[in-house]
């Protein structure tokens, strides 16, 4: 697929199904833990500094946000979890919200789930992998934060993840750094393939 990346644009918000995009436009969702980089891997991609939102403040993204690109795919940019600070009634309208688009979007190809490469997954980051897995939607697995860590250990923790994640070595899995973007062409390999 021919894309002009530079054609983009956020098209709308939406908490639920009534409100998403009507047409049949693929969809790749980005799915992780508040603060993993989710926003700033849509910016990147897009090669924009601050299309997505993004900020040091966790949990500011609230709805699920449609991005046009170039009118022949969207990213849909996920609230993320684990986000210490929300009360339990806005955690299960978040579970909601997330298992509704992920469920039944007919759009959706692939889900890029993103984990932080200098950790371990969390329990929730096991969760959402296992939820992919069992309704088998497409995942690219994205480990965020690559410039943090030595490339010498990069190997190291990419294993841990996988190991902890239970990972099935047929799906994708890009180390990536929005801040030296490493791992941006493979992504888009990755996502275009899935389309
Ligand atoms: N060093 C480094 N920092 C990053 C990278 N990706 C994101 N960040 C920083 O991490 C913080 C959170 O990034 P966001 O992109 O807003 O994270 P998010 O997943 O969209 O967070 P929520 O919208 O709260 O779910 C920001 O301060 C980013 O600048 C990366 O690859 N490397
Ligand atoms: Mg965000």
Do not use: C
Request: glycine content about 4%; cysteine-free; charged content about 30%.
């Amino acid at each position: 697929m021919e894309l002009n990346i530079h054609n983009a644009e956020i098209l709308l918000s939406a908490a639920n199904k009534s409100h998403y995009p009507q047409d049949e436009l693929p969809e790749i969702a980005l799915a992780g833990r508040s603060n993993v980089g989710k926003s700033s891997f849509i910016n990147t991609m897009l090669n924009r500094k601050n299309l997505a939102r993004t900020s040091g403040k966790p949990g500011k993204t609230q709805l699920l946000n449609f991005f046009n690109i170039d009118d022949k795919m969207r990213f849909v940019d996920v609230p993320g979890y684990g986000y210490a600070r929300v009360s339990k009634k806005e955690r299960e309208k978040w579970g909601r919200m997330i298992e509704e688009y992920l469920t039944t979007r007919e759009n959706l190809r692939a889900v890029v789930s993103l984990v932080d490469l200098r950790h371990d997954p969390s329990a929730d980051d096991v969760q959402m992998y296992e939820f992919l897995k069992y309704y088998e939607i497409p995942v690219i697995i994205v480990a965020t934060k690559a410039d943090k860590i030595p490339r010498g250990k990069w190997n190291k923790h990419e294993s841990a993840i996988k190991k902890k994640l239970n990972f099935d070595p047929s799906d994708d899995f890009i180390l990536f750094s929005s801040v030296s973007k490493a791992g941006m062409d493979e992504a888009w390999d990755a996502i275009l393939e899935k389309l």
